[in-house]
């Protein structure tokens, strides 16, 4: 069964999934691809891992680093649930690149060579926002681009962490990475 509930961030509603695994979704209302991988069967009730991921993000929002993890559970493809346990490994208030994930992943799985494209395109179909920092990615010319909470969301998700984004810029169109 999996179980729903909301949260009043900041910077726009979102709402959080669960099962008896762990969360397996946090999307901002009207970000692109909203609720995807919700079950037709899901209860809105408050679960202890549902008030612990919303307990994890009252200090991520108060702009502090959460010193606790939360059970996750990835449920897209194998390929996508590599990506986000990587995206994991991205340290608060640090960025990365679409390419350094790609050379990361190629390493774990022993390969010459990664796609960017493909790993941005996992990274952008992340389902757990925020806890999985897909906001943390950004293009190897330091363009904010991919997020599908938005590009402003993006922003303030990194100002909040005071990412150093003195070499960070969005581009004037496009989200190519």
Known sequence: MQYTGHY???IGDILLAADNIGLTGLWFEGQKYFARGLRKEC???ETALLRTAKHWLDIYF?????DFNIPLHFTGTEF????????CLIPYGHTTTYGDLAKRLAAKKGLPHMSAQA???AVGHNMISVIVPCHRVVGSNGSL???AGGIEKKIKLLTL?????????????????
């Open 8 to 10: 009043q961030s900041p």
């Open 43 to 45: 209860t809105e009730q």
């Open 62 to 66: 108060s702009g502090k680093e959460p």
């Open 80 to 87: 996508q649930n590599e990506v986000w346990e990587i995206l």
């Open 119 to 121: 790993v941005g395109g």
């Open 145 to 147: 681009t991919g997020y």
């Open 161 to 177: 962490e005071k990412a150093d984004m003195r070499s960070l810029f969005v581009p004037k169109r496009g989200t190519a990475i």
